[in-house]
């Protein structure tokens, strides 16, 4: 059973656009929804993360918009980079647990 | 350590043979997380390990996957008579206590079964 779905599965940018990967959840329970930043090579890195007390949450190009109703959260990545490629995770976990349930990633290529 | 170190960091194996991936978490992280990469798909929980202990093994996926911990430190997956559909990247992750923040990957390893 697949608890986060992904989309989409791939995305390809122009250097300066926006980058946008979309999420939707099942489980009224999961309460913290991180995004995972993964290069070809290397273990998922955390890249920023909210909690359903906020509806958006910004770090410096990065915002994840978040919609409790809809049980739907994304990530934008502003003035995308070539840097910027990499694989993206987003994930959702519940209260205390100390599990992730991730979504299938989307592989985002950012064009010079 | 400085960061989760995860070894071999590629594997090619024959099918039917038991290969070993090992895990050493950053120092003082007494909790330890592996998870399966497959490809096109998401992370997949497999073993949560408290010190030494495995309060959670539901993500194995049968009973020729195992794991143990030693030391509070080092910890070992042992996969038994290998399938091809066993092939994948095997993560492990580390935290300061049993969380779902603070997670630490290693690189880890790249299992192929020929």
């Known amino acids: 059973q697949q608890q986060v779905k992904q989309s989409p599965q791939s995305l390809i940018v122009q250097k300066g656009g926006i980058s946008i990967i979309n999420c939707a959840y099942e489980?009224?329970?999961?309460?913290?929804f991180p995004w995972y930043q993964q290069f070809p090579g290397k273990g998922p890195a955390l890249l920023i993360a909210?909690?359903?007390?906020?509806s958006e949450k910004k770090e410096g190009r990065f915002t994840i918009s978040f919609n409790k109703s809809a049980k739907q959260f994304s990530l934008h990545i502003m003035d995308s980079q070539p840097g910027d490629s990499a694989t993206y995770f987003c994930a959702a976990s519940k209260g205390s647990s100390y599990k992730l349930i991730f979504g299938s990633g989307t592989r985002l290529l950012v064009r010079p | 350590g400085a960061g989760v170190s995860q070894s071999p960091s590629n594997k090619v194996t024959e099918k039917g043979k038991d290969v070993e991936l090992r895990c050493d978490p950053i120092s003082g992280h007494t909790a330890l997380y592996w998870y399966r990469q497959s490809l096109g798909q998401g992370l997949e929980f497999l073993i949560y390990?408290?010190?030494?202990?495995?309060?959670?093994k539901s993500g194995l996926p049968s009973d020729r996957f195992s794991a143990e911990r030693t030391g509070g430190s080092v910890s070992t997956l042992t996969i038994q008579r290998t399938q091809q559909e066993d092939s994948a990247v095997y993560l492990c992750?580390?935290?300061?206590?049993?969380?779902?923040?603070?997670?630490?990957f290693g690189s880890g390893t790249r299992l192929t079964v020929v």
């Open positions: 390990f408290q010190g030494n202990s495995a309060p959670d």
């Open positions: 909210i909690r359903p007390d906020v």
């Open positions: 489980n009224t329970a999961f309460d913290y």
């Open positions: 992750a580390s935290s300061t206590r049993g969380q779902n923040y603070g997670y630490t």
